[in-house]
């Protein structure tokens, strides 16, 4: 290039050789006439030999203009073979990227702010039954169920004024007139001032998630009324047993008062087994019934001072802690959420427990607490037999004893209690222990607003 600028300087030098020639010819325009035939002879022949020196200059200028052009000419071929590749290789990546973008296993469109469909890929096309074409320049509200339009544009808005990415779980309409789940994630573009322009949404879909949701929900809602019917069915066995095992119960004190002194040792034995056996079918009763009842009924949610729950648990227990020699030892403990009468039950069925199930020692019951998620964790930890943490969940369930009533006296209710009374709260139970060395029950009861202690 540059040496064709140069030819351009040599040509531009032709015409000032030119003019200097004219000069000279000119300045002998003077001479006399004698000379002037031998100079005009002379001028011929130096103009005929410079226009020779002259031609030789432009053929050289010439070579060199057509090698310039030459290697450009090759420069350019080259150059446009690298175009060739990169356009394929262009063109192979578009390809690549378009099928991607087809093919994704999610659908995904392009979506104005005002809600028009812009771009689709034959995902999304494919789950909603439809061709693509169709799909493009079509309100995407159309395409959503009736009853979720106005969350789609609740999710819309939100997207394009908050300019962040939003998701929604919504019902579409699918070709056939039926529907499908999607969970739509959308991500707001902006153009140079930072306004959203469109909208990229991916539609994955859920329906099979959303079927076996309903199906767990109706399974809830099936297990809760046979719950129901249970512990209804609970309440009246246990309810209407008890008016005939009174009566048992009073005929038998009345026969063993008349006739007692007739009766032989064995005689009175077998006495002693049935007053034993009505006295047991009374507590069972009795549990049953309260267990029933902790199950129903409405649940007071008010601020419960477990400080004032120990206090009443302490004088229902006064008694069987004297008895007993033992010691409860607690800190200050917080204020939860709840119905204050279950979680006194709560409380002191795990301390009752706590007292009968002691070895030689004297009991010593320590209540403690500690903050978790929302919740209070309280534990209530004793020295006594322990529990073998293989039946750790076992316990829980009724009737579920780990003794024969001659070892300890029960009716494997307490437990299960405690646990319905704590999950009624939205709350856990469970145990921590090693045979012999005592057990610890936690159980998590909800926070009353704020952390905040009562004293
Ligand atoms: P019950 O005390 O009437 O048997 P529970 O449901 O209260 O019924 O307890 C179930 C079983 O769990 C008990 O039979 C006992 O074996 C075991 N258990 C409960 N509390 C304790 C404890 N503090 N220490 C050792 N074992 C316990």
Redesign the pocket.
Known sequence: MNNNGNNKNDNKGHPEKRTERKRNVKGNGDMHPADHSSLRLRAEALLEKQKGQLDELYTQDLEKIVHELGTYQIELELQNEDLKTTQADLNESRRKYVDLYDHAPVGYCTIAPTGVILSANLTVARMLGRARHDLLRTPFPLLVAENDRDAFFMHLRKTVRENTRQSAELEMLTNDGGGIHVLLESNPVTDSAGKVVEIRTAATDITEKKLKELEIINLNRELLRSNEDLLHFAFIVSHDLQEPLRTVSSFIQLLERKYGHLLDDKGNLYMRHIVGGTEHMRHLLADLLIFSRVGSGKLARESVSLQRVLENVRKNLAETIRENDAEIVTETLPVVSGDESLVTDLLQ?LIS??L??RNGDPPKIRISSFSEDGHWIISVQ?N????DMQYADQ?FLIF????QRNE?E???????ICKRIVERHGGRIWVE?EPGNG?T?FFALPKAGADSYAW
């Open positions: 069925n427990n706590s009968k199930y004793d006594g037999i322990g529990i316990i579920q004893r780990l003794h300890f029960g009716t494997g209710i307490g437990l299960a222990s057990a029950f």
